[in-house]
């Protein structure tokens, strides 16, 4: 039996009971809905009709929203509509990669502190309160200014932020799992540690990571967005939305749409990916029908 | 004639499903008079506890639709309003529950929680309130109830919360008491002393109780009258005499004839399997003993010295405990291939934790193990992986010993894989072979645990031990949980694997008359310590300490004739074996009364 044989699905039947009680969740099928419509067009920018958005015009400075320009035009005459698409793609990047990142450091450091226990967990876990005790933002900010301004940069700096999350979740769950009398058969039959935690642990506890991943994307893509703002993120000229926001912020009066776009955008995804946790979350439980 | 206090006509309860409603409870009417002991008896899935929690509205209104009529002395309670149905709750009927663990908020002391009933149901004053409560705690048999009103429930052990459950249930003169499983997570000398006082306090009282359990020995102890269920239906109603001396109904008489019953192996020298009973016709076959032969003049597979295992509780500021738990205390025994030693005793008594350091899944303290030529206690890494195929464990809880997210299939070839015994195809044709000789299709590898019933969860874990070809399995209240028809096919398959493959088990459990037909000798613990060891029938036959005097006088015996013959318990608690730091265990004495039964000399 190899790892691929052990996927971490759902065995088949209570995969289709979750997938029938998440489409009862109308909440949910709104957020997966929101969620879907812009992750399409983020990937498919590069298809779409629509204007390069990096090209200036000097004829159409602030342009409000026209046929020619849908969403209307900046400061130095580029496409909204064009930028907030491809600012798509930068913002749910950013969201997806750096909860990738928070996972793939979080969840193995709490499978270690909950399994082993003792002067690991000790240790593991106040590390985790140190960095619990430092508002998310503000870490995430020092991070990226450490790490020098970029997109990618901004990712690491949010992974390494939202990781203490995952960390102490994980670690919570293993507790409980660990007390199961399977893994205890598992050492009896003479299972090492890597394979207990790999085959008997892991699976059991990945559901509700999956649920805090899906609501945490929602916090990076907010915290992408602040550091985009604040200059940290996404660099000029690419679009991201909070670098748009950034810049919008000097014509609130005179134009307006350049902020209302991106700042809906933002709100938009935001509700429909915590919509989409929620749902997921109810779905997952065992314990509702 | 008397009125009825309840009245149960026609009563149906459907639950909805996927594919539109399902009927569990079906049609089910019976009466419960004044000063009455209804039981209602089935097997898990029978119905029996949806049948209560319909009559007290307490399901899900949007999930579960319950029909026929309910009368409480003349009310329907079907046709209340929840807010009248609210009143009736704990005043006019009162329930106790299975689970005493759970049922006590652990944040308020006892005596609290026993007078918040009074205060809801009654106007008494603060102080005429606290000194109900005494008054209750006193009548249900509370040792110093004065002291330990200002405890909290986890200073309680189980029976002790029990019985602060029923003088919640009690303290507000309930017209009917309906207890669902009270006695079933208890030791069974507590569960004596809990029937006994439920008895007490209806003699008092004249209140009516409505019994659900799933033990025909309870049933026997307890009841007036007995229904018994069976997939939904009420199959028969009467007398508890009647229905134990002549029952009309096939399935009554197969869930009779499966009850393992003390004493029912006098005169036989081999373990016996238990009869197969087909629970439709009620027809029951007796199967032959187990006669594989047990050389005890041979080397023992498991070979215990001086076992001691203890785990520290508290510490002080430098980190040291305050005492320890001492589990298991200077245990010596052996074990000889193809021959099941039982360990009886009640929780705490450390059954678990012996089998559980014989397997190094605890550290012992101190004590030499040999197993199968291994010394236990020296082993390391690949040594201690060796040994894991000669000695393998079973568990008690067949929900929680396989893992979810494997399925049958890779549960059972996981063992032979990970110890190189077979490769890819090989193994898997071992793993159906596997499920073959514990009586499941091998078509049903694919699926997941959640899939199969509690019995044939069982089976997939012997199934996975077996691939490993153990000399020795520890089977920790293996069959515990499982409904009595089930308990006796899982134990004749242990047994026919023990009398085909000559493996030696240890097998632990709390269920005196399980033990007493498939064991080859018996070891009594209490306390952590072997008080009394021996051939099977010298210990059930002629037992000499006191406590195993105690616990086998505390089994309920299927049959009514013989109630009442037996103790008036004092209400005790067991001991903890918790000792303080620096404790010395005592030396003990046994005593040889030949053939090998020795008996712990009471100082």
Known sequence: ?289 | MTPSVLSVENLTTAFQTGDGWGEVVRNVSFTVKPGETVAIVGESGSGKSVTSLSIMRLLDPKRARVSGRVMLEGTDLLSLPESAMQQIRGNRVAMIFQEPMTSLNPAFTVGRQIGEVLARHTDLGKSQIRAEVLRLMERVRIPNAARRIDEYPHQFSGGMRQRVMIAMALASRPRLLIADEPTTALDVTIQGQILDLIKELQQETGMAVLFITHDMGVVAEIADRTVVMYRGDCVETGSTERIFAQAEHPYTRALLAAVPRLGSMVGQDHPLRFPRVEMDSGRVNALPPVLNPVDRQGTPVLSVRNLTTRFAVGSDLLGRPHGHVHAVENLSFDLWPGETLSLVGESGCGKSTTGRSILRLIEPQSGAIQLDGFDVRDLGGSDLRRMRRSAQMIFQDPFSSLNPRMTVGQTVAEPILKHGIAKGHQARAMAADLLAQVGLSPAMMDRYPHEFSGGQRQRVAIARVLGLGPKLIVADESVSALDVSVKAQVCNLLMDLQERLGIAYLFISHDMAVVERVSHRVAVMYLGEIVEIGPREAVFGNPQHPYTQKLIAAVPIPDPSRRGLRRAMAAEELKNPIRPRGYVAPRRDWQDLGRGHLVMNTA
């Open chain 1, 1 to 289: 039996m190899t790892a691929a044989e052990t996927s971490l699905a759902l065995p088949a039947r209570s995969q289709a009971r979750v997938w029938s009680k998440f489409r009862r969740n109308r909440s949910a099928l709104v957020g997966a809905c929101i969620v879907g419509f812009f992750g399409l067009l983020a990937l498919l920018a590069p298809l779409l009709p629509i204007a390069d958005p990096l090209a200036t015009s000097w004829s159409a400075i602030r342009k409000p929203p026209a046929p020619e320009y849908l969403m209307g035009s900046d400061e130095i005459g580029r496409d909204i509509l064009s930028r907030m698409i491809w600012g798509a793609q930068a913002s749910l990047l950013a969201g997806v990669i750096s909860v990738v990142i928070a996972m793939l450091t979080g969840v193995p450091i709490g499978l270690i502190a909950g399994y082993f226990g003792g002067w690991t967990d000790t240790v593991i876990s106040r590390f985790t309160d140190a960095l619990l005790a430092m508002p998310f933002l503000i870490m995430a900010i020092a991070l990226a200014a450490f790490l020098g301004p970029s997109l990618s940069n901004a990712m690491i700096a949010i992974g390494l932020s939202a990781m203490p999350v995952f960390i102490r979740l994980t670690r919570g769950q293993v507790l409980s799992v660990k007390t199961e009398d399977y893994v205890e058969g598992a050492r009896a039959v003479g299972l090492g540690h890597l394979d207990i935690m790999r085959r008997y642990i892991l699976p059991n506890v990945v559901p509700p990571i999956i649920v805090q991943a899906t609501l945490t994307v929602a916090t990076a893509i907010i915290a992408e967005a602040s550091l985009s703002f604040l200059g940290l993120g996404q660099q000029a000229p690419a679009p991201s939305w909070g670098s748009m926001l950034n810049v919008a912020k000097n014509f609130l009066g005179q134009a307006p749409w350049m902020a209302i776009w991106p700042g809906a955008a933002i709100f938009l995804v935001v509700i429909g990916f915590n919509l989409l946790g929620d749902g997921l979350r109810d779905a997952l439980d065992p314990r509702e029908h």
